[in-house]
């Protein structure tokens, strides 16, 4: 392997252009799809792939975490009508938990009916194999940049933590209460201090994030789009070809509005990616900053989604093989990266991340800014990436 270090510095120009030129890239809005062609143009401009193509599909782009403004108010309804039928609060609770559960932890599209959809779009370059194509290694990230945690930049780590866990555990004694007194347990006074202030603590999920600010997502997740980008950059540059080999980068919108983008990837092109004849693993790329915090993520969508375990081992061979060890394994909880959408959509799958998990002060915040980048991080992403293709070239994903 020759030396990185300029892909990664490229990478890093890259980013700040991005992050410069193309401000508030929400999901479907204006800058994430003209950013995505002006990387589209580069990627002609340079001929690192065989074949640059676009796939629009619709998002809403507010709805993964619109459950932040929804939960607090049906919480609030339930705790004023509390004295009036115990069980109208209990079903407050109810509805509660089944929008969390389903929102949060599942990624369902629950919402996606009340709001307005925009346009969005994935970018499809391909490396074709010199011969017949007999394997197809797909590197991905996505263009587009999160909402602001507001709650998160605000409070600090343990801040954010403890007003979630008491807003989330206000619904579960508000649950108990109701089903106490509707059994006809004597309701005694102090309970209304606990149950009144716990409802009162969704006040402040009310202002979780903030649909005004967008981050720049220079780390989440131009690093990770770059990276994609800068191995066929390398590929082309050192004159590398795959007679059975094909390499593709994939940059999808929509990722943070719930993997919209890897979604309308894995719908569009089933048959394409269920080709019993080409060997197919997605690599997600995602948030490469904390070079001591490499990962590989074995499970994802909050732990409910399971790696491929081949595409894991194709992960731990490339560490092995530069590093002399195979990196850490972690469960992506909570969230999801793009890896989980592929893999339900039954293509074997494996997610990279180069992130401290607590998670770190950047995390959908507005430190997330080309200022905030770490160039030995990329570097070791890009390494790791192409060491994976050298490996799924020799062996594929073996046994």
Not at 29 to 51: H, N, P, Q, R
Not at 80 to 95: D, E, H, K, S, V
Not at 171 to 177: G, R, S, Y
Not at 370 to 378: E, G, K, P, Y
């Amino acid at each position: 392997m020759k030396d990185t270090k300029e892909y990664a510095d490229y990478s890093e120009k890259e980013i700040k252009y991005v992050c410069t030129n193309f401000k508030a890239r929400s999901a479907g809005s204006k800058t994430e799809v003209a950013a995505s062609e002006y990387l589209k143009g580069e990627i002609e401009k340079g001929g690192w792939a065989d074949k640059v193509e676009t796939q629009k599909f619709r998002v809403q782009p507010h709805s993964l975490m619109l459950f932040t403004k929804i939960i607090p108010f049906i919480m609030a309804t339930g705790g004023a009508l509390f004295f009036i039928n115990p069980i109208i609060t209990l079903g407050c609770t109810a509805l509660c938990f089944f929008i969390l559960i389903s929102t949060l932890i599942f990624y369902w599209q629950i919402f996606d009916f009340l709001l307005p959809r925009r346009t969005s779009q994935n970018l499809v370059a391909t490396r074709s194999a010199t011969g017949e194509t007999k394997r197809r290694i797909i590197f991905g990230g996505h263009v587009d940049a999160a909402y602001e945690w507001q709650l998160f930049r605000g409070l600090g780590n343990i801040g954010f933590k403890l007003v979630s866990f008491i807003a989330i555990f206000s619904m579960l004694f508000a649950t108990v209460i109701s089903v106490v007194i509707i059994a006809g347990v004597d309701y005694h006074w102090w309970m209304n201090i606990p149950l009144g202030t716990l409802i009162l603590s969704h006040v402040f999920i009310l202002f979780f994030n903030n649909y005004h600010e967008v981050v720049d997502g220079a780390n989440d997740n131009m690093t990770g789009t770059m990276i994609a980008i800068s191995v066929l950059k390398y590929m082309h540059e050192n004159k590398i070809s795959y007679e059975n080999t094909e390499v593709i980068a994939l940059v999808t919108g929509g990722e943070e509005a719930g993997l919209r983008g890897a979604k309308a990837y894995a719908r569009r092109n089933k048959d394409f990616l269920r080709d019993k004849n080409i060997e197919t693993v997605f690599i997600a790329i995602e948030t490469i900053r904390d070079f001591h915090y490499f990962k590989i993520c074995d499970r994802d969508l909050n732990g409910l989604v399971r790696a491929d375990r081949r595409a894991v081992k194709l992960l731990d061979t490339a560490s092995e093989r530069l590093y002399g060890t195979a990196l850490p394994h972690i469960a992506i909880v909570p969230g999801a990266s793009d890896a989980a959408a592929l893999q339900q959509a039954k293509i074997p799958s494996v997610c990279l991340s180069g992130m401290d998990p607590r998670p770190s002060k950047y995390y959908h915040t507005r430190y997330d800014n080309a200022n905030n980048l770490d160039v030995h991080s990329i570097q070791r992403g890009i390494e790791i990436c192409l060491k994976s293709l050298e490996v799924f070239n020799e062996s594929g994903l073996g046994s």
